[in-house]
């Protein structure tokens, strides 16, 4: 056995020549499929396609892989301290399991030496273009893609390459939202996005403000605790704060027991407030506000320390911020707090700048694309988005899924067309679907999933495309 | 969905891996040997892994929980035995080839359904059924009858060596046995069938029809399974990699690899030249020559040696 070197990197002056509309050269890369991004999501794609035997050019603006996980990156959200939420079984590749002697929530820098072995271990870079940005992507005759690339930072020409079909893996948690305020650009402390947070030290000694409560917020919030001289924790709503550990296992191994004897929501929302009460009990009486919604119906917050933080007084749980002075923050409920630092962790929106956004349904604008299983998009049989997930477990095991669907559609178009008609429709017909029970109307939500329900739904989609 | 994989993982175990790594890295794939019930990664590392490795492939034997050198695990299942092959088959730098012994191989088949390796090889597979046991019944009552209540299974030395290998020699392996968990045990007589492999690797089958733990029927059967035939060893036992002419199974699947050039999916890139006799050792008379056409599954290729269209027919 040797390697495999068939596919080599596009090499614009052996290939043919062609012009694309405004009559600039693209060079024809045939068969191959193109891939956007090699983060986790980028990597299952690149390995599920050329397992299905098609050649693969992956391109990635940083120069390692990883993406969000690889905090060298200058767009890593990931701070020191970041610990997995999901547990191992929940988090890995359901081919390349992660090893034994690992803890249950892996840390960050472990996270990106086990994407570093898949790469390696599946011989995946040598399909990969590092430091190269994808600036344009453009639907051209016969379904197929004109790619233009450029180096990252806009040095260098662009070239653009035609392709058979696209995987867009860009990740959707590095565009920072940063809410608006009154009187922000008056306020005299220091601000920033929760992006940019990387250390403790940022914090240690000061009286700090964090704002939101998603998985970052509350992680922050423990550190600004044992850190600063004092922490506010701002949040406009009250929320179900879930340990990571429950009955002696990992809390998500436990709920997914009862997944997996289909025990309805209800009864699950039920077990899990019988369970808070028998351990942290009503959080109220710590000044936390009563949560607006029953458990499962926001994005989990994985976080044992939150509530012990609170309980010792180093986390003062506050209110929605009204408005900013100079020296000083107004909240909802008319208090003033004087923090000297101010922490958004505020969440991420989606960005697809290279692609028009009306090919994805989006005419807004917002980078919410309407499509099928959050993968397909109507009208494009050759355009996938892989990990465009928001999922109450891992996103690995997913993404691995959607592309090992996409890699099957694509045989499905060469070897029996009519089936791949067939889910074209299906794609028509039921884009926007969901897959997650209620959750509350948020940016954070459009992509929320649960992840039994989605994989149930990848696999319904696959033996469609594939059964009798 | 595989709740089971989600809610209930299986639980680690301390791992006996031993090794042999060629001194020039010639990038090759790495081997995994497994072996079977009772036997450790010693039995590799009498002959194979040295072997492989002189013949510039990195060569690994892991010892199944409960075997070996590894951590004891009296109540270990089949599941758990597939689990810890795919973590070692994971840790290794590159895409590994799995190589099962036994019923090791039976293990490899349900660790191929849980990790898309590069190619495997089932020697002498013991699949399970109610056959294997009534031949091992026959030819070793007082060393099996415990097995199905449970106790450990005893093999003897006319099960697993030929003649040719020294008295001696044989007395130092049989009395290197260990035993298998007794839930493993009782899930191979329900013959448990493995969920078909991730990536479609190509398989390779051999085996002895004088091994008298398989029977040839098997071989067949199990080569069957995955598309081709299986390749003969006559004269051999059971210990294919411990038996006195250990050299020519381990030749034959390192020539396999070598002349398999398969990438990922499973395709076959050239395929040229004459095969070596062992090659059509197992198959029906008339039929030889490799496959021809570049770019086809293995798996297709091998079954058109058992059935020759015209056209290979023609060629001979
Ligand atoms: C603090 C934090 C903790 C998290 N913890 C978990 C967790 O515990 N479990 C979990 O499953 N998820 C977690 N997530 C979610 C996380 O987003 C995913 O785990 C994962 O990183 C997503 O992988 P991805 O490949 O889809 O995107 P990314 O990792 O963001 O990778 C996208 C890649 O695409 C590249 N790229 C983007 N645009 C372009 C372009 N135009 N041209 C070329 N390349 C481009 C980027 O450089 C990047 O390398 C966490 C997120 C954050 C912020
Ligand atoms: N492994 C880990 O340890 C880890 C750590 C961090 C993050 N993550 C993951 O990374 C992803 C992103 O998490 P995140 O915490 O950064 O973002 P997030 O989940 O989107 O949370 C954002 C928080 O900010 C609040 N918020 C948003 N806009 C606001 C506004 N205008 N005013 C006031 N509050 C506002 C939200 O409140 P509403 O609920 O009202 O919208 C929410 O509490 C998630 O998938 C998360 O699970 C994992």
Known sequence: MSTSTDHGRPDPEATSPAANSDGRPVSDRGDTVCVIGAGASGLTAIKNLREHGFGV??????????????WRHDRSPVYASTHLISSKPFTQFPDFPMPDSWPDYPHHGQLLSYFERYADHFDLRSHIWFGTEVIRVQPVEGDRWDVTTRSTGGYGPE?????????????????????RYEGLEQFRGEIMHASSYKDPAQLRGKRVLVVGAGNTGCD??????QQASRCWHSTRRGYWYAPKYVLGRPADQVNDSLLALRVPLRVRQWLYHWTLRLTVGDLTRFGLPKPDHRVYETHP???????????????GPVPDVARFHPYAVEL??????????????????PRFEFLDASVFGDSAG??????????????????????????????????????????????????????????????RDRAGERYSGPVKDSSRHWFEVGHADYLRAIQRALVELEGK | MRGREWSRPVRPARREVLSAVPELEEGRPPL??????????????????????????PAYAVSLRGHGGSEPAPEATLRAYAHDVVQVAASLPRQAVLVGHGAGALVVAHALARYPARGAVLVAPVFGGWGVLGAALRRNPAGTLPAVFGGPLRLNRGQLFSSELPDEEARRYVGRLGRAGRRAQWALLGEPEAESAV???????????????????TLTRVARRYGSAPLLFPGMGHDLMLDARWEEPIDAILDWLEKEPVGPGGHVRAVGGQPPAWWTAGLPAGVAGWGTRASEPVSVLVRRLIRPPPSSRARR
Do not use: M
């Open chain 1, 366 to 427: 917002a980078g919410r694309p309407t499509l099928w299983l959050n993968a397909f998009t109507p009208g494009h049989p050759t355009l996938a988005v892989a990990g465009l997930l928001q999922p109450d477990s891992g996103l690995f095991t997913l993404s691995h899924w959607q592309t090992v669907l996409f890699a099957r559609l694509l045989q499905a178009r060469r070897d029996r067309p009519e089936r791949a008609t067939a889910f074209a429709q299906r794609v």
């Open chain 2, 199 to 217: 990536g479609a690797p190509p398989v390779l089958v051999l085996g002895s029809p004088d091994d008298r733990v398989v029977p040839a029927s």
């Open chain 1, 301 to 315: 917050i994985a976080n044992s320390q939150l509530v012990y933080y609170v309980g010792h007084g180093g986390i």
């Open chain 1, 57 to 70: 050019d992956c391109y990635e603006r940083e120069t390692g892989v990883g993406g969000a996980w690889n």
């Open chain 1, 159 to 179: 070239r653009t390459a035609r392709y058979a079909a696209v995987v867009i893996a860009n990740g959707h948690n590095w565009s920072p939202k940063l809410p």
């Open chain 1, 220 to 225: 922050i919030a423990v550190e600004a605790a």
């Open chain 1, 332 to 349: 909802a409920d008319g208090r003033e707090i004087d923090p000297e630092v101010v922490v958004f962790a505020t969440g991420y929106l």
């Open chain 2, 32 to 57: 995994l040997f497994v072996p079977g019930f009772g036997h450790g990664a010693w039995a590799f590392a009498e002959h194979w892994l040295g072997h492989a490795a002189s013949r510039g492939f």
